[in-house]
């Protein structure tokens, strides 16, 4: 796997909402094209190695893969600069990021030459992308809040009333929301000080996120 130079973060980020696969077939290789959104290099090297197994009877499994601040590629032997980099030339095009391209290669016995290769491969990602959900996440600051049952109805209207956003919910001796707010945390500290002692704060970091889906 080749890693290539850091990228800017961008005010919004540009994905895709959900696996996608396309085939195509050229001169009797079959090329099947698999985008997967990701969130981390883990995950990156995760459905690599998932889907390079599942499918180790194909003569390639080549890949290219935009995530967070990396970007690489990996031609898996096909001849060098005919995969792998023309498929993450096709997701930078797009202004793709958090997003890993596998695509599978099934040898039809007819040989393609370095430029027909890189248009194979090319094709392959940028017709799969076309029909793709594409959509815009957003930075969001993500924070979970624990507090007793006491004080939920009051939260629940400080949440609303402030506009944060509950991500995830947990119930035990405790109440525990993840949120995300998408402005500064003064609103949030206030809160804290309405409620001392009875609210506790634990910072989790940055996440981009789906507005629509909040």
Same mark, same amino acid.
């Given at each position: !796997? ?10 919004? !980020? ?27 290099? !883990? ?43 023309? !498929? ?26 370095? @430029? ?15 029909? @793709? ?82």
């Amino acid at each position: !796997m080749t890693y290539v130079n850091k990228l800017n973060k961008k005010t919004f !980020m540009k994905t895709i909402d959900g696996n996608t696969e396309n085939k195509i077939e050229i001169k009797k290789s079959l090329f099947i094209c698999r985008l997967f959104p990701v969130k981390n290099l !883990m995950e990156v090297k995760e459905i690599v190695k998932t889907v390079s197994t599942k499918y180790g009877d194909a003569t390639h499994n080549c890949t290219a893969f935009v995530v967070n601040e990396i970007e690489g590629f990996d031609d898996d032997d096909e001849p060098g600069g005919t995969a792998g980099k023309p !498929m993450l030339n096709v997701l930078k095009q797009n202004n793709l990021k958090n997003i890993l391209a596998i695509v599978t290669r099934y040898f039809g016995g007819i040989k393609l030459g370095a @430029s027909g290769l890189v248009r194979a491969y090319s094709k392959s990602v940028q017709e799969t992308i076309a029909i @793709s959900n594409i959509v815009h996440l957003y930075p969001y600051q993500t924070y979970e809040l624990t507090f007793d049952y006491f004080n939920l109805k009051f939260i629940k209207d400080e949440i609303r009333k402030n506009n944060f956003k509950i991500l995830k919910k947990d119930f035990d001796e405790n109440v525990h929301f993840q949120i995300a707010i998408d402005n500064d945390n003064q609103n949030l500290e206030k809160l804290k000080n309405k409620l001392r002692n009875s609210l506790n704060i634990k910072s989790i970091g940055e996440e981009y996120l789906n507005l629509k889906t909040l």
